[in-house]
């Protein structure tokens, strides 16, 4: 059963741009562009991120490369 919101762990867009190693720029431009993890907004400039959606769209984004004689 997924965690409530009030629960779970959230994450500043610096802190997930730091833990993804982006820039805060680009963690904005992602959530402008609908392209980043699923966030919360608790405020009119108050945005967090929950971990467990970060970890989802990692694994969104995870490409399976198959062996080869390449």
Known sequence: MPKSVSTCELLTTAELA?????????????????KGPNYVRLGHN????????VDAFLK??????FGGDA
């Open 18 to 34: 730091d833990r993804l190693k982006i820039s805060v720029a680009t963690a904005r431009r992602w959530r402008h562009n609908g």
């Open 46 to 53: 108050d945005v967090r991120y929950r971990l467990e959606d």
């Open 60 to 65: 969104s984004q995870t490409i399976t490369t």
